[in-house]
T-cell receptor, first 112, second 114 residues
């Protein structure tokens, strides 16, 4: 019962560096999401996917890219890290609209 | 734009007390509403999901209600325990454009004192 697995759990990046946050789910959910959580703020949707090969922007997509080549994996790419991207990133999945979400444990990213 | 508000931001109660957490939303055209629990440094755990056609959902000591017309939901926790200490988040999804997106409140941090 792994659910949604995110790696790494922690990462420190220098300004301008790139990295990929990994997300894998083993529940055969079609819908997957990336959210970021900043202190004192609600979670904000970055990107989402309704199935393999289909992705779309959420509320705060600038500075990020995603791909969805398989049902299981939904990686999030940061190309040129900026201090404003310091946050906790959560990946989630669901069976579909109107169904409950399963969240990963998060990746805490610091850009210095 | 849909906005979700949770009041109070923090709440401290003695063990055994019944309590209510509040959530309000600005757009009544919601698809569903979910309550989540978040422990420090952890991800979110789904507690209850209420479809727009439902008035309430129950799971153990938890009961969530939904009043679309007034734009409100409440999470009732009976006989609180120290293990209930966590941040509780309310999130709504709404019909139409952007319906895949959950809009979250900022949460209520609950402390149950032994």
């Amino acid at each position: 019962n792994a659910g949604v697995t995110q790696t790494p759990k922690f990462r420190i990046l220098k300004i301008g560096q790139s990295m990929t946050l990994q997300c894998t789910q083993d529940m055969n959910h079609n819908y997957m999401y990336w959210y970021r959580q900043d202190p004192g703020m609600g979670l904000k949707l970055i990107y989402y996917s309704v199935g393999a090969g289909i992705t779309d922007k959420g509320e705060v997509p600038n500075g990020y890219n995603v791909s969805r080549s398989t049902t299981e994996d939904f990686p999030l790419r940061l190309e040129l890290a900026a201090p404003s991207q310091t946050s906790v990133y959560f990946c989630a999945s669901s069976q579909g609209q109107g169904r409950s979400y399963t969240f990963g444990s998060g990746t805490r990213l610091t850009v210095v | 734009k849909q906005e979700v508000t949770q009041i109070p931001a923090a709440l401290s109660v003695p063990e055994g007390e019944n309590l209510v957490l509040n959530c309000s939303f600005t757009d009544s055209a919601i698809y569903n509403l979910q309550w989540f629990r978040q422990d420090p440094g952890k991800g979110l755990t789904s507690l209850l999901l209420i479809q727009s056609s439902q008035r309430e959902q129950t799971s153990g000591r938890l009961n969530a209600s939904l009043d679309k017309s007034s734009g409100r939901s409440t999470l009732y926790i009976a006989a609180s325990q120290p293990g209930d200490s966590a941040t509780y988040l309310c999130a709504v999804s709404y019909s139409g454009a952007g319906s895949y997106q959950l809009t979250f409140g900022k949460g209520t941090k609950l402390s149950v004192i032994p």
